[in-house]
């Protein structure tokens, strides 16, 4: 089983509809990424949490809303979603160590029409 | 401002050696990560360099110089499954907050 999920893996929606997206973990990290990425660019910080109950904003977190259900669980919503989000999203886990190498999921392709 | 450029595209012959490069100005440094990326998947880790000098693994082998804000990757002895993004990206202090540079798309051929 794969130790970062993701569900939808794939989601087409209509502009002004709120999305969930929700990773979930079995890596036992307590640090957890939600990252957007587009054609032609790198991937950019959406929203970032070190524990259950702490939530920070990342690069472009305009938009989106994130929400740490336990260690486990991260979701990331658009309250109310724009052509402009349509992109790869994919989530990401780390464990404070010398390194704090991120882990990514799958992905989830979303498309706003 | 932070900025990681890498080249956009590159071509390789099957068994032959190519060199990724990526340079990098950031407000601070607390090491590079290399991640391949296949189309459509998800990154996966490659290596990590923190201190200058090489790092090998395998066929892959990762060089910084923190002082030139440089670094490369050396993929020997290519495979059609090197067919892939290669990302760089470096953590630029503070949280393992990564920025990420635009990726270089290697296509091997026979």
């Known amino acids: 089983d794969a130790d970062v999920t993701q569900t939808p893996r794939n989601r087409i929606t209509k502009t002004g509809k709120r999305i969930m997206l929700e990773c979930s973990q079995t890596k036992g990290h307590d640090r957890m990424y939600w990252y957007r990425q587009d054609p032609g660019l790198g991937l950019r910080l959406i929203y970032y949490?070190?524990?259950?109950?702490?939530?920070n904003k990342g690069e472009i977190s305009d938009g989106y809303s994130v929400s740490r259900q336990a260690q486990a669980k991260f979701s990331l919503s658009l309250e109310s979603a724009i052509p402009n989000q349509t992109a790869l999203y994919f989530c990401?886990?780390?464990?404070?160590?010398?390194?704090?190498?991120?882990?990514f999921g799958p992905g989830t392709r979303l498309t706003v029409l | 401002g932070q900025n990681i450029d890498q080249p956009t595209e590159m071509t390789a012959t099957e068994g032959a050696i190519v060199q990724i490069n990526c340079t990098y100005q950031t407000s601070g440094f607390n090491g590079l990560f290399w991640y391949q990326q296949h189309a459509g998947e998800a990154p996966t880790f490659l290596s990590y360099?923190?201190?200058?000098g090489l790092e090998e693994k395998g066929r892959f082998s990762s060089f910084l110089s923190r002082s030139k804000g440089y670094s490369y990757l050396l993929l020997k002895e290519l495979q059609m499954k090197d067919s892939a993004s290669y990302l760089c990206a470096v953590n630029s202090g503070g949280y393992n907050k990564l920025i990420f540079g635009a990726g270089t798309r290697l296509a091997v051929h026979p």
């Open positions: 949490s070190f524990d259950v109950k702490d939530i």
């Open positions: 990401a886990t780390s464990e404070l160590s010398s390194t704090d190498t991120q882990y």
């Open positions: 360099n923190v201190l200058d």
